[in-house]
């Protein structure tokens, strides 16, 4: 099973981290950037980003205009019955060593069983209230 890394990209000042993560892993079979940019500027650093690694191909949708309301519709591009999707927003700033090689070795142990597999997000107060409410997680 290979692994894509899907991104629906649009920030450059935040892509900028996720990108010394995501190239440098062998265990990344691709990673599609979803271009959702709001300027032209953005647009650029993803092209460069791409050029920079075979494995980075930009997806785009001729609406795509940097909103959220058409994250959905880059689904479509997750079309490869031999691959595991791995979505990473663009903010997305550390990815511990190791990390993809040991999502996959999990992946495979449980194929068959999740049908979805989402990080841990802590970046609002509606994601910090339900690991506070819900899981064994202290927050102070």
């Not at 099973?1 to 900028?16: D, F, N, Q, S, W």
């Not at 500027?41 to 191909?57: E, M, N, T």
């Not at 609406?63 to 519709?73: E, K, Q, W």
């Amino acid at each position: 099973m290979k692994l894509i890394v899907v991104t629906p990209a649009g920030r450059e000042k935040y892509l900028r981290l996720l990108g010394h993560h995501v190239p440098k892993s062998p265990d990344v079979h691709e990673w599609h950037l979803w271009d959702n940019c709001r300027n032209e500027v953005d647009r650029a650093y993803l092209q460069r980003l791409a050029a920079s690694d075979p494995r980075c191909k930009i997806k785009r949708l001729p609406h795509a205009d940097g909103g959220n309301n058409v994250i959905g519709d880059f689904y479509r591009f997750c079309d490869d019955p031999d691959a595991f999707y791995l979505r990473l927003d663009d903010d997305v700033v550390f990815v511990e060593e190791g990390f993809f090689r040991k999502f996959i070795a999990r992946v495979m142990a449980e194929r068959g069983s999740p049908i979805w597999y989402a990080p841990l997000i802590i970046n609002n107060a509606i994601c910090n209230s339900l690991i506070k409410q819900l899981s064994r997680v202290l927050v102070d």
